[in-house]
């Protein structure tokens, strides 16, 4: 996907007029001026909101917003607008409490019982969100209860701000402010309804079969899918899909993983390549041909562009080569002369998957694969440890800035290889990364 100033301002512009939305239609018009921090405190809470409700948009998988993002960097951002949006929230009273202790009162049950329910209630969601999130494999939660957790628990912190907005009235007296407030919390919903109900529904239309299961190095296997009464699916190489398995798409199961198989193979029948050493992945290789599986997609613009002028570095880190092998095979089946770098690390020989396709196709392209081992047998005369900025250095291209770069694999290889790269003095809009750290 390209770079470029214009578009960054116009998104930084957008997130900044969506975050602070409802702060601005709070102050408008007449208000009776309170204490300093008192206004700073409800202001922070209002733009907590804000950030809250464009989290729906952010994650809600619509191709405008990844488009803009890609999905990389669009969880790193909402990862963290997420902490941003509860620290605000709870910083509100806070602040209403430490300038003015009356606002305790909002607390106490005697006073009015449901509203002090509610507000203990979308505090201990809010300490539950942050915590779920921050440390969900030390609770042992799966992806798939995190999931529903985390969404449950954002729409309930939602509903109730909003019914505490318009309950106090203090900002929104006017009927059109309420109208708004009751239409920003509308649209939320309709966003889960959207993602939850009615896109299942659609992918229950198009249903698919899994044709083969193919057993691959490194623990990981391929399953092929073949459409069910439709005509399938196109997708560029690089790109994902969210896979669900079973009778149904209206399930808590739905992960994604990058397209294994060449593109111009598509729409017919598709590949995903998935290693077992995730919730859902751990599974892959029990799963028999015949099982019914829905998709929703093709997601993703980690996909290199059409010139094939344009030479690609692919920097991979075990099954992080799924969306390589994808591209490779496209570019050999277009018979593409590109010029291609593959540098592919795995902890032993073993463990690297596709190695003997990888030897074929370095037969059709223009491809030199450098396979790099943490744990290389003795007769090892290749690259050896873990990537970093000196074996970059040694395997960059002669003119490296005619290239693009592509890293996928495990996030700590990844972190490394980014800032490697920028050192040695590759432009941050010529590197693209793919994390699917959620699995």
């Given at each position: 996907m390209k770079y470029s100033l214009a578009r960054a301002i116009f998104w930084v512009v957008s997130f900044l007029v969506l975050a602070t939305a409802p702060m601005l239609v709070a102050y408008l018009g007449p208000i009776a001026p309170r204490t300093f921090w008192v206004e700073v405190g409800v202001g922070v809470g209002f733009v907590g909101l804000g950030i809250m409700l464009f989290q729906f948009l952010l994650t809600g998988r619509y191709a405008g917003v990844a488009t803009a993002f890609g999905l990389d960097s669009m969880l790193q951002f909402h990862r963290q607008m997420g902490l941003a949006a509860v620290?605000?929230?709870?910083?509100?009273?806070?602040?209403?409490?430490?300038?003015?202790?009356?606002?305790?009162?909002?607390?106490?049950?005697?006073?009015?019982?449901?509203?002090?329910?509610?507000?203990?209630?979308?505090?201990?969601?809010?300490?539950?969100?942050?915590?779920?999130?921050?440390?969900?494999?030390?609770?042992?939660?799966s992806y798939e209860w995190w999931r529903a957790i985390h969404g449950l628990l954002a729409t309930f912190v939602v509903f109730v701000g909003i019914v505490h907005i318009l309950q106090v009235g203090y900002y929104v007296s006017d009927v059109w402010k309420q109208a708004t407030f009751i239409a920003l919390g509308a649209g939320a919903v309709a966003l889960v309804v959207n993602t939850r109900i009615l896109r299942p529904w659609r992918m229950r239309q198009r249903p698919w079969r899994v044709d083969a299961v193919h057993e691959e190095g490194g623990d990981a296997s391929t399953l092929v899918l073949v459409p069910e009464g439709h005509p399938g699916m196109h997708f560029r190489p690089g790109q994902f899909a969210w896979l669900t398995l079973g009778d149904t798409p209206f399930t808590l199961q739905q992960h994604p993983f990058s397209f294994s198989s060449s593109a111009d193979a598509a729409p017919g029948r598709l590949a995903f390549t998935i290693k077992g050493d995730g919730d859902f992945s751990s599974g892959a290789r029990a799963i028999r041909p015949g099982t019914s599986a829905f998709l929703e997609g093709p997601y993703g613009y980690f996909v290199p562009k059409e010139d094939p002028g344009m030479g690609c570095v692919m920097i991979a880190g075990g099954v992080g080569a799924t969306p390589f092998r994808s591209m490779l095979r496209t570019f050999a089946d277009r018979g593409d002369p590109r010029e291609l770098h593959l540098i592919l690390a795995n902890e032993s020989q073993d463990q690297v998957i596709f190695r003997e396709e990888l030897e074929d196709l370095k037969a059709r392209l223009h491809l030199a694969v450098v396979h790099v081992l943490e744990d290389p047998p003795k007769e090892w005369e290749g690259e050896t440890g873990l990537i970093d900025r000196d074996l970059l250095a040694r395997h960059l291209p002669q003119n490296p800035l005619e290239f693009e770069y592509f890293i996928c694999g495990p996030e700590p290889m990844m972190d490394i290889a980014e800032s490697a790269l920028r050192g040695l003095g590759i432009p941050q809009k010529r590197i693209l990364s793919e994390r699917f750290n959620m699995v």
């Open positions: 620290g605000f929230i709870l910083l509100h009273p806070v602040l209403l409490f430490l300038s003015d202790p009356t606002y305790l009162e909002y607390l106490d049950p005697r006073v009015q019982l449901p509203r002090a329910l509610a507000l203990a209630g979308v505090t201990g969601a809010l300490i539950l969100l942050l915590a779920t999130s921050l440390w969900r494999r030390s609770f042992r939660l």
